[in-house]
Structure formats: structure tokens, C-alpha cells
């Protein structure tokens, strides 16, 4: 089934010279997870919003998009190249990084215990110092309706991230900032299996780092 | 009293905070640990759950209050001016971008902050706000002039950025009707118009007074943007001379934005006076004003040097 999303947007992308086409296969899988598991009031931040791709072509495969808004991808008239606030599912529209878990701490503050809020971030995005402001906020309010999903896929724009600007220890530097901290490799089926055992654990927000092995063919 | 009374910008707005507040449960209170210095100490003294501590991190401050305004609260986010503009891209790409109901409000603006200097007199937020689509822009001039904006800016719909100074804010109105959107006329002129926002407006006044040999009318432009254009131009016909007054950079500002209507759709003088650099510290804040040319007395000189008294 992940072959065949991986290919649809592989096919997507081809038109628009691979535009972030690596950091979007590696968050086609979370966000298989995350939309099997989002209950009707739950939020969906794509905080990297550079993979609003991988956003399409999951709700494509849930029946929100139809192929030919597929590929209108980009397009003067078409989906919009990074996600934004109007389309399904979202509700704020990002391409600016480092946004995305502040927004849902409000979100979560606003209504709290109502709904879980789950935010996608890039690893290379953790390089904002908004995203560790956001991160203290979040456990100084004990927001335990927020998972936040790192796509833990070793790249960024220009690099490997640990040459870039180093992000290990990522789960010890998320634990300091008083979150509660999983590990798991970047597969659908394993992430959503977490985001069941998450909906137990209180009293902390949640981070998890989906690992992948690096792709690293974006297009820009 | 009109034009003597002195009362504070932020004890207008702390005050006035409250009380709609009481009226209105959806509005919420965000700070970035200036509560005691913006006086939004009150709602929170009033409103506990509806007050929210995000610390020294303006970033954080206003991308919460756009979570908070997504799930359809009210937010007032709080800090002061010069240090929100470093949330200028958040507020931009996050507040604006998406037309969200966030009402950002600011104090110590221009030089109200004279003893902090430079790093806290700011002079460009007026310009930064203006540039963003679908954001109004609100410069209250005095107290009576804040609680009333505040509150309109609450009950419309949309992104606004109010600029405040800190205390010294000169009485200009009784209980007039202001409206968002709607420049006031304060006194009527032929030859000359001094067009003012914020606590320029009673030096405006005070100007205009002290050149009454010359016909010079007054107007505050509380409203930047959306620019009251009908006003505006109804002045420009029957002026010869129009002076923008403001407690910040001439370039971008509220002379920016007259000087752009003006070059447009009809043509005519305009000084601006206002700032072209950053400010400095000092002991007071008049003493200030004169040095940086904004003082009544230095704003008569320049008015008569330019018809040519």
C-alpha cells in the first residue's frame, strides 16, 4: 500500500522538478498514521509544511482530493504548494517553519482534554529556537493532548542534519524540555500502533522521532 | 480636562481590558512576562483561566494566540512594541496570511520608554503592520481614545495591531464617538492641516493653537489602516500645506501612508514630521519629544518656516 502512495506522489512530483519530494516520503508514512488515528475533533498541524505533497496525496487516498486536483499540484489554480487553511483537515496554513506547535498549544489551551492535537515536525525544522520556546510551553502547561511526530529523516534542505547543525541527543534534549519521548522506525503501521498506546500515557506532552533512512532527493 | 489632564496609556488599556472581559467570556490574554508593565496584570488578577503566561518569547506569544483564535477564543496577545516586531514573520505568515481573529496589542511604543533608549523606543511598528494584508492598524490618542478602540477592535472580526505608548497620554476627548476606520476632525482650518496619530494629536492641537494667526485645521487618524481616504482627500482640497505628525519614522508611517494617497489622487505639499533614526535614553520623555523635533514648540517652527513666517 506505501509503495503505491510513494509512487502516486513520486508521479506528482515529477512535473514539478521533485519538489521536496525526500522530506515528503519520509512523512508519508506518518501521516498515513496520524489520519487513521485523528478522531473527528482532533487537529493536524503540518507544521513542515513543505510536505503538503505527502498531505495530498494521503487525503487523495481517503477520498478528499480527486486525481485530477492531484495534479494541479502547484499550479496557479491548484493545491497551493505548502498546505493552507481552507483546504481539508487544515486548519492554519504553514510553510514557515518552526510555527506549527505553538499554534497547537493554543489550540490545546483553548480546548483542553477536547481534542488531541498531533504535530508533524521536521528534524531539520527542531533548528528554529521558536519550536524549544513552543516546547517549554507545552510541558508548562502539562499539554498532554499533544503529540508532536519529529520525521526524523537525517536530512535538511542543504545536508545531513547532524553536519548542518546537530540534533542528537534529540530524544535527551525533548526529555530536558520535560516531554515524554518514544522512538520508532518511519512505517505506518508502527507509528499508528503508538499513537494507540499514547492515548494511556498522561500528565506530559508526547514526542515521538519517526526514524527514516535519508532519501535526499529534493527537488529545489 | 481636554488638553491638561494627563492620564496613562496602559492603565487605559489594563483597565479596559477587564472590563470587556466581564462582557465577553471568549476573549483570552496572552503576555510575554510583561504583565505588570503593560497592565495586563488585571485581567489576570480578574480572569485567572483566561490569562496565559508564555515567558520572554514573543515568537511563541503570538503563534499561540493564533491557535487560540483558530479555536475560536478571542486572543489579546500583549508585549512591548519593539519587542513583538520580532515576531513581525509570525505574525505575518501565521495572523495575516490566514485572516486570523487576533488583536495584538502593544505598549511602550515611540518614546514612551525614554529611560530604556533605543532598543525599546520603537519606531517602525506602524510601517512593519501596515505592510500586511488584511491587518488594521490603530494608534489611540489618548486614554478615552484606547478604551474605546480597544473595544472596537474586539468586536470586529480580523487581525488588528494597536499601538500604545506608555503613560503620558494628554486628554483629547470627553466622550466623542470615535469609530474604527473614521478620521476625527478636532478643529476646522483652510490654509494648513496637521494630520496626527497617537499622542501626537494634543501636540497637534497645542501647535495649531499657538499658530492661530494662520488658519491650521486638526485631524487624528487614529484609524492608519484601513486610511479614512474620504477624509483625507476632503482635507487636501481645501489645504495648501499638510503636515503629518507621528511618534515614528516618517518613512512607512502615517506620513508614509497619507503621502501615498495624496501623490495618487490629489497631488499637494506634505512634511512629515516625525522620526528618521533610532531614539536615545533620556530622563524625560518631553525632553525627549523636543529633541527628536516633536514638541509643540518645534513643530510651530517648522510649520512657519515652511510658509515662510
Known amino acids: 500500500m506505501s509503495s503505491s502512495l510513494q509512487y502516486k506522489l513520486r508521479e506528482m512530483l515529477s512535473e514539478v522538478n521533485n519538489f521536496h519530494l525526500g522530506s515528503s516520503i519520509t512523512c508519508l508514512e506518518i501521516l498515513k498514521a496520524v489520519m487513521a488515528k485523528k478522531g473527528e475533533n482532533d487537529v493536524v498541524i503540518l507544521s513542515k509544511g513543505h510536505s503538503a505533497p505527502a498531505f495530498y496525496v494521503i487525503l487523495s487516498e481517503l477520498g478528499f482530493l480527486s486525481d485530477e486536483e492531484l495534479w494541479s499540484f502547484a499550479d496557479i489554480n491548484g493545491l497551493p504548494s505548502h498546505v493552507t487553511r481552507g483546504l481539508t483537515f487544515v486548519e492554519v496554513s504553514s510553510g514557515s517553519l518552526g510555527q506549527g506547535l505553538s499554534i497547537a498549544n493554543g489550540i490545546a489551551l483553548a480546548s483542553r482534554r477536547e481534542r488531541k492535537i498531533y504535530v508533524i515536525l521536521g528534524d531539520g525544522e527542531l533548528d528554529e529556537g521558536q519550536i524549544w520556546e513552543a516546547a517549554m510551553t507545552s510541558s508548562h502547561y502539562n499539554l498532554d493532548n499533544i503529540i508532536a511526530i519529529i520525521d526524523r529523516n537525517f536530512r535538511q534542505l542543504t545536508g545531513k542534519t547532524e553536519e548542518t547543525m546537530s540534533k542528537e541527543p534529540l530524544r535527551e534534549k525533548w526529555e530536558a524540555f520535560g516531554w515524554e519521548v518514544f522512538e520508532v522506525e518511519n512505517r505506518a503501521g508502527k507509528i499508528l500502533e503508538l499513537l494507540f498506546e499514547l492515548d494511556e500515557v498522561k500528565g506530559k506532552p508526547k514526542a515521538i522521532i519517526a526514524k527514516a533512512k535519508a532519501v535526499g532527493i529534493d527537488g529545489r | ?309
Open chain 2, 1 to 309: 480636562m481636554v488638553g491638561k489632564t494627563i492620564e496613562s496609556f496602559r492603565e487605559a488599556f489594563g483597565r479596559a481590558l477587564v472590563e470587556i472581559g466581564k462582557e465577553n467570556e471568549n476573549v483570552v490574554v496572552l503576555d510575554a512576562d510583561v504583565k505588570s508593565s503593560t497592565k495586563t496584570i488585571y485581567f489576570e488578577k480578574t480572569f485567572p483561566d483566561r490569562f496565559f503566561q508564555l515567558g520572554i518569547s514573543e515568537q511563541d506569544l503570538v503563534s499561540t494566540a493564533a491557535g487560540f483564535a483558530i479555536a475560536g477564543r478571542v486572543p489579546v496577545a500583549s508585549a512591548f512594541a519593539a519587542f513583538m516586531m520580532r515576531a513581525w514573520e509570525q505574525i505575518r505568515n501565521t495572523i495575516a496570511r490566514d485572516n486570523l481573529n487576533v488583536k495584538i496589542v502593544t505598549t511602550h511604543s515611540g518614546f514612551s520608554d525614554f529611560m530604556d533608549g533605543s532598543s525599546h523606543q520603537c519606531l517602525e511598528d506602524i510601517a512593519l503592520m501596515r505592510t500586511l494584508p488584511n491587518m488594521g492598524v490603530i494608534v489611540p490618542a489618548d486614554a478615552y481614545a484606547t478604551r474605546t478602540l480597544l473595544r472596537q477592535i474586539i468586536e470586529n472580526e480580523g487581525p488588528f495591531y494597536m499601538r500604545l505608548g506608555r503613560d503620558h497620554a494628554v486628554r483629547v476627548y470627553d466622550d466623542e464617538e470615535l469609530e474604527i476606520g473614521k478620521a476625527e476632525i478636532l478643529r476646522e482650518g483652510e490654509d494648513i492641516f496637521l494630520i496626527a496619530c497617537g499622542p501626537m494629536v494634543p501636540i497637534a492641537l497645542e501647535a495649531a493653537e499657538r499658530l492661530r494667526d494662520l488658519s491650521v485645521g486638526v485631524a487624528d487618524f487614529h484609524t492608519i489602516k484601513p486610511m479614512d481616504e474620504g477624509t483625507l482627500l476632503k482635507i487636501a482640497k481645501k489645504a495648501n500645506l499638510i503636515v503629518t505628525l507621528e511618534e515614528h519614522s516618517i518613512f512607512g508611517g502615517l506620513g508614509g501612508a497619507v503621502a501615498e494617497v495624496l501623490g495618487e489622487k490629489m497631488p499637494k505639499r506634505v512634511i512629515r514630521i516625525g522620526t528618521r533614526d533610532f531614539g536615545r535614553s533620556s530622563r524625560s520623555y518631553l525632553t525627549l519629544l523636543d529633541f527628536y523635533g516633536l514638541s509643540a514648540e518645534k513643530v510651530v517652527k517648522r510649520v512657519a518656516e515652511a510658509v515662510g513666517r
